[in-house]
């Protein structure tokens, strides 16, 4: 697909109600994630590697550390002189409801009337993986579909908050369940959809007249019949942050080989803010273990099945096991941390001990002392 | 007319460094990679963007492509900025006297148009082989307090090793009465850093008149100095302490790798009001499996590391397999060393592969004659076969491999 072809829309904020402790101060987009990463990096690097070259960042509230993050869009390549990166804040009254993706579609109707590409590629931000929407793109050319939606087979990441597609055969969602989690195998969204442009201008002033505005429900169930919505399976790794332990598993599952090489493709690679810190720098009597660690880290201590975000610092004789450390937090020496999720700027003092348990990780919030 | 620059920096990077042999076999000696995620052209680059000279000569002639393309539009370093920045100028064809940079004050003479552009009232001269962090703005204000044709960075350096630098003498006030290349005995422990700032009106007199002179060799060390002492211009000693290392050799090169990982040594490269950009891997974070010991090392994104791992760099994408042993060793972006190999006292360049159970250089104490030990070095896009041996201070080459 050629980059001109296809608008890529980010929705920065959906779903932010499901992890509540880490997006007080922030979008569901600007999440840590993997030791430098933000939960947007996913999807904006792949559409970037997709080749599409305009990207449109939906935002609500809260969209200050998102655009701190994103900047100018030059980190993955889209301060452009044609194109790149737009960011589109809220724009006249907040009549939220429900998730607010027809009323933020429609507050950007100038954006997506003004543009000239044929088609709309809508993406949550809420899912970690790395996908070609080049191969999308030619599924959905190929089924000549007026919407694909991506979904993935297998256990439902989450028991009742996920959409679930009945798929024939051919391709063709038959049918579209809401809100709904399965305790079998089952065909889950992984929130990403294909259309033209102009079908989504339709569907959307469609909506917004008659007073709907559910987008799964109004804009995609009620549609099911007369248009041809057609499911991608996407078969690679995939993690939909829909709780706080899920958000924890999904940086656990980084631990594993075949996670990261699905994750981290040497020719798509996933693009993040640059930070210029030092390489790590492993100390004399440190030990680490199973554990992915960022640069600019200092380690003195143990470490052990932990994600190190940048600039963290482990003092001697302090003992990690099991935990989330985000950027610039210092754990001071002989702390003992186990199944903790510190987020950014954390500092534990000496010999303090804290602990969760691998189903309830203790979550520390921005900038604590303890 | 571009807006007038006080300060333009030009940065000597034409060199081969043939004293790196297969390191720089492919590209200038300014693109050698240091200390795990650098360049060695990062650390004049962010000294001159942390000192506020934001525009930039690359003076480039040996091996570009690999360094031209590492600066790119200077983004990393913020300075691709619109009226200044940093420019790479390569030698080329005039409708008279077409020439190569003959010499470090040639490559300057070739490109007074350049500097003319930004009508600066200093031009700061550096090399692109050093590793140090300095403040150019303080040896600016130097400089002016003293009224000084020239000031040269000087650093004062162990007597009993004077005479392998080139020294300067001095009066009581720092200013300059002699050069004294290579003393056999020197009179004074100040060497030459390699770091100069020129009044510009005066400079450009002393290039153009050197390049009357079909004697001279087009030098700064050797001519223009030399003739401007003679001429009677003010010329001073600026003494900077703090870390600095002429990393033109293999041993060099180690060294300074080494010091990064000795708490002691005064290069903190995590100084967030300092700090030493680069053009970053775009890479996850490292791993460290179950089962790895990592001690006293830096290790850079995307690198997995299953063995051992001891006072030793590893740059961007190293890959160190299960029960491999890395002790005292710089190891360079992209390279693997597989099951069981023993690499020690080495210089691991890019993309190389050290074969399963194979042995890469030795601990001097296990080397009976003295002078036979050294660095090993196995050249980029080596591909060592299984049981390989490399001798210590054997410096190893990809073509030699494949035959």
């Known amino acids: ?209 008659r007073n709907l505005s559910d987008f799964d429900r109004d804009l995609m169930q009620r549609n099911l019949g007369d248009l041809r919505i057609c499911g991608y399976e996407y078969t690679g790794a995939a993690y939909t942050i829909t709780s706080f332990s899920s958000y924890f598993n999904a940086n656990m599952a980084l631990m594993d080989p075949k996670v990261r090489s699905s994750l981290f493709i040497p020719d798509h690679p996933i693009y993040t803010k640059v930070r210029d810190e030092m390489p790590a720098r492993y100390g004399l009597g440190s030990s680490v273990s199973n554990s992915i660690i960022a640069d600019g880290c200092i380690i003195d201590g143990e470490v052990e099945n932990c994600i190190l975000f940048r600039g963290v610092k482990v003092k001697k004789g302090a003992k990690l096991k099991n935990c989330v450390i985000m950027q610039n937090c210092v754990i001071g020496e002989n702390t003992k941390l186990d199944y903790v999720v510190a987020d950014k700027n954390v500092t534990f003092a000496d010999n303090r001990t804290m602990a969760g348990y691998q189903t309830y990780p203790v979550y520390v919030a921005k900038g604590g002392q303890v | 007319m571009l807006p007038k620059q006080e300060v333009v920096a030009m940065l000597l990077a034409g060199g081969q460094g043939s004293r790196l042999g297969v390191l720089t076999k492919d590209i200038a000696k300014p693109a050698v990679p240091f200390g795990g995620k650098y360049r060695i052209i990062d650390f004049p680059l962010s000294n001159c963007v942390n000192s506020g000279i934001e525009t930039v000569g690359v003076l480039t002639q040996y091996q570009p492509l690999e360094l031209n393309e590492y600066i790119g539009s200077g983004q990393p370093w913020d300075l691709d900025s619109m009226n200044a920045g940093v420019h790479v100028l390569s030698p080329y064809e005039k409708r008279k006297k077409t020439d190569w940079y003959k010499g470090t004050a040639n490559a300057i003479t070739q490109n007074i148009p350049f500097i003319e552009r930004y009508n600066p009232d200093y031009v700061v001269v550096l090399s692109g082989d050093h590793i140090y962090k300095m403040d150019y703005s303080k040896m600016i204000s130097f400089h002016k307090e003293k009224g000084a044709a020239v000031t040269i960075a000087v650093q004062p350096v162990p007597m009993e090793e004077a005479s392998r630098f080139g020294i300067l003498n001095t009066n009581e006030d ?230």
């Open chain 1, 1 to 209: 697909m050629r980059g001109n072809e296809v608008i890529g829309i980010l929705f920065a904020y959906v779903h932010e109600e499901r992890v509540r402790e880490l997006t007080q101060n922030r979008v569901m987009a600007s999440i840590p994630f993997g030791g430098r990463y933000r939960l947007v990096d996913f999807p904006l690097s792949n559409m970037v590697n997709s080749g599409m070259n305009k990207v449109g960042v939906i935002t609500e509230e809260n969209y200050q550390s998102l655009m701190d993050h994103l900047g100018s869009g030059k980190a993955w390549n889209l301060s452009r002189k044609s194109e790149g990166l737009y960011m589109l804040p809220p724009f006249g009254a907040d009549t939220r409801r429900t998730d607010g993706k027809i009323e933020s579609l429609a507050s950007i109707m100038r954006f997506l009337q003004n543009s000239h590409e044929e088609y709309v590629l809508l993406s949550d931000c809420d899912t970690v993986m790395n996908i070609d929407y080049r191969d999308v793109f030619k599924f959905h050319t190929e089924k000549q579909a007026d919407i694909t939606v991506i979904y993935r087979h297998g256990m439902s990441p989450d028991t009742d908050k996920n959409v679930v597609y009945t798929v024939d055969p051919e391709g063709v969602v038959r049918d579209m369940l809401i809100k709904r989690g399965s305790d079998a195998d089952c065909n889950y969204a992984v929130g990403m959809r294909l259309m033209k442009r102009d079908l989504l201008i339709n569907l959307v002033q469609d909506c917004m007249s």
């Open chain 2, 174 to 403: 720092d200013s300059i009465y002699e050069f004294d290349e290579k003393p056999k005995k020197p009179k004074s422990d100040l060497a030459n850093m390699g770091i100069y700032v020129f009044t510009w009106e005066k400079l450009r007199k002393f290039l153009l008149a050197d390049d009357e002179d079909p004697k001279s060799s087009n030098d700064f060390g050797k001519n223009v100095l030399p003739a401007m002492l003679n001429a009677g211009e003010k010329m001073f000693a600026y003494r900077f302490e703090g870390y600095w290392k002429d990393v033109g050799t293999i041993d060099s090169l180690w060294e300074s790798n080494m010091d990064l990982l000795d708490p002691n040594v005064p290069l903190d490269l995590s100084d967030a009001d300092w700090r030493i950009y680069s053009r970053n891997p775009v890479m996850p974070p490292h791993y460290v499996a179950k089962g790895a010991h990592v001690q006293n090392s830096l290790i850079a994104e995307g690198c997995n590391v299953y063995g051992q791992l001891e006072f030793s760099v590893l740059f961007a994408g190293v890959y160190v397999a299960p029960g491999a042993v890395v002790t005292d060793s710089i190891v360079m972006p992209g390279a693997r060393i597989e099951e069981g190999a023993h690499v020690q006292y080495a210089i691991v360049a890019e993309n190389a592969v050290i074969g399963p159970n194979s042995v890469v250089g030795k601990r001097p104490e296990e080397v009976e004659n003295k002078d036979e030990w050294g660095v090993a070095v196995v050249g980029p896009d080596c591909k060592l076969p299984a049981g390989s041996v490399v001798p210590p201070k054997a410096m190893i080459d990809a073509e030699e491999v494949e035959k």
